[in-house]
């Protein structure tokens, strides 16, 4: 079985401060973990993956994540938030089978 | 590409009635999902097929619910009766093959009143 839990329900921040939005993970195997975003009334945007190599994976729109094993985290960053970031973020993981689970979301709220 | 393609954005209908959602998947994806968005439930992974065929479909909520997929550029999700607790987002969603990276549809926002 694998599960994604993301503990924020919400996460506010100013316009220029960092972002963090936290995902740990539960996978058997090797872990193929993804960000996507979804903005209102809109589908799901991929925004980076993480599928081996480097624990720093850069992505879409200045964000980042950092793979961290020990800690079975992928959480996502970004220095410098901006107002357009406010949206709602999934964290997903799957394994070596099609099915990719996903969590429950994060809404960020960026205030001018 | 045009991305992955769904209709009808909106639907509105009355308890009862049937309902077909339709999507057009990325060239060359050979795989599809069907999610359901509900505020209370989240993102529900409905089926999946691969080479136009249900692979899983465990997350069908019930026999109303039935999915197909003639060719690989074409997957329909009906839902017969329709009822006000399936009002939702429901997305279709196409993975790059190499890596499962899913791209979704716009999705389709169904209301049953």
């Known amino acids: 079985a694998q599960s994604v839990a993301q503990p924020e329900d919400q996460v506010n921040v100013a316009e220029g401060n960092p972002l963090t939005v936290k995902c740990t993970y539960s996978v058997s195997g090797n872990p193929y973990l993804f960000w996507y975003v979804q903005y209102p009334n809109r589908g799901l945007q991929f925004l980076l993956k993480?599928?081996?190599?480097?624990?720093l994976v850069k992505g879409s729109y200045g964000f980042e994540a950092e793979f961290n094993k020990s800690q079975t985290s992928f959480h996502l960053k970004k220095p410098s938030a901006l107002v357009s970031d406010s949206a709602l973020y999934f964290c997903?993981?799957?394994?070596?089978?099609?099915?990719?689970?996903f969590g429950a979301g994060t809404t960020v709220t960026v205030r001018a | 590409d045009a991305g992955v393609i769904q209709s009808p954005r909106h639907e509105v209908t009355e308890m009862g009635q049937e309902v077909t959602l339709r999507c057009k998947p990325i060239s060359g994806h050979n795989s599809l999902f069907w999610y359901r968005q509900t505020m209370m439930r989240g993102l529900e992974l409905l089926i999946y097929f691969n080479n136009n065929v249900p692979i899983d479909d465990s997350g069908m909520p019930e026999d109303r619910f039935s999915a197909k997929m003639p060719n690989a550029s074409f997957s329909t999700l009906k839902i017969q009766p329709s009822e006000p607790r399936d009002s939702a987002v429901y997305f279709c969603a196409s993975p790059l093959p190499s890596t499962g990276e899913l791209f979704f549809g716009e999705g389709s926002r169904l209301t049953v009143l």
């Open positions: 997903a993981v799957r394994s070596n089978d099609y099915k990719l689970s």
């Open positions: 993480y599928i081996t190599g480097d624990n």
